[in-house]
């Protein structure tokens, strides 16, 4: 049998099907109108169900991109908050490197207070910034961070060299105590006559401690002819200082030494007619009067 007498016989049937149907509609009307009317709600129900689902689909689709529209929100918002922990360290820095060049400064208190918010203000209508203008303003935030702060970071390493060579230089008393012989000519305690004292005499007690003043390296340690039981430091910048008659020694040779620290004990060595702290300064390998570097405290000492 070939496929078009396949398909002849086919419309044969569907044929005489049809015409059966029509004429049990004709004997029987309502058996007719029955399936007519089922007919016509399964097909109602069939395409009610594919609207249905048509519908489903598209609300899953929306859902889909709702969701990846949050997470690219999402991670615009995690980069905007790294960036601002960024910039709130950045400001945290600047803080406080701002207090330490305000301490170093001596600015008086409340002259600079970097926990105040600054008074800002302004009028007009507001708009929704654009993130891209916001990203812009947040770039450029970043890079006056860092100009400011390349600024006092050289502004700190000047004032640092400053303060070392300003603790360098004599500006405080060797010992808590009181003048009782100057600098300069005097009669001699020893052997009557003028005699010149290079340096300035402190009244002590045996064993008070003997202290710097200012920051350097010890470059005598020993007895010298006259003085006794003798300390010297060198302070790098031109000035020697010198401690005498001392009854102990408590550096030798090399050590460092800061400002305010031991580094003898009073005594009444060499020659002395009691005890006492002999003092004397030397700039530039001339004995100066110490009197002018006395109580002259360094700005930068905090």
């Given amino acids: 049998m070939t496929y078009q007498d396949i398909l002849n016989k086919s419309r044969g049937t569907w044929a005489s099907l049809a015409h059966r149907a029509l004429q049990a509609a004709m004997q029987r009307p309502l058996g007719a109108g029955a399936v007519l009317l089922g007919g016509g709600l399964m097909l109602g129900l069939g395409t009610g169900y594919a609207a249905n689902h048509s519908l489903r689909d598209q609300v899953a689709q ?75 303003g947040l770039s450029e935030l970043g890079e006056q961070f860092r100009a400011s702060g390349e600024q006092l970071s050289v502004l700190e390493s000047l004032l640092f060299n400053r303060q070392l060579d300003m603790n360098a230089v004599p500006s405080r008393e060797p010992i808590e105590s009181y003048i009782t012989s100057n600098f300069g000519h005097r009669a001699d305690p020893f052997r009557g006559g003028r005699a010149f004292h290079k340096g300035i005499d402190f009244k002590a007690q045996v064993g008070d401690p003997v202290m710097a003043v200012a920051d350097g390296v010890v470059s005598f340690s020993g ?78 000492h905090g």
Avoid at 97 to 108: A, V
Avoid at 118 to 130: L, Y
Wanted: aromatic share 6%; charged share 20%.
């Fill in 62 to 136: 929306q859902q889909v991109q709702i969701n990846s529209a949050q997470a690219d929100a999402q991670r615009e918002i995690n980069a905007l908050a790294a960036r601002l922990g960024e910039l709130q360290a950045e400001a945290n820095r600047l803080n406080a490197l701002g207090k330490r060049l305000t301490r170093i400064g001596q600015l008086q208190d409340g002259e600079f207070d970097f926990n105040e918010p600054v008074g800002v203000g302004g009028v007009g209508p507001v708009e929704d910034m654009p993130k891209g203008e916001l990203d812009q």
């Fill in 223 to 300: 007895v010298r002819s006259g003085y006794g039981n003798t300390i010297e430091i060198d302070h790098g910048n031109g000035y020697v200082t010198r401690y005498a008659h001392n009854s102990r020694l408590s550096l030798k040779v090399g050590g460092l030494v800061r400002a305010g620290e031991e580094v003898a004990k009073a005594g009444s060595s060499g020659r002395s007619t009691g005890a006492h702290v002999h003092f004397e300064v030397w700039q530039n390998g001339q004995a100066v009067n110490p009197k002018k570097f006395l109580n002259q405290q360094s700005p930068l």
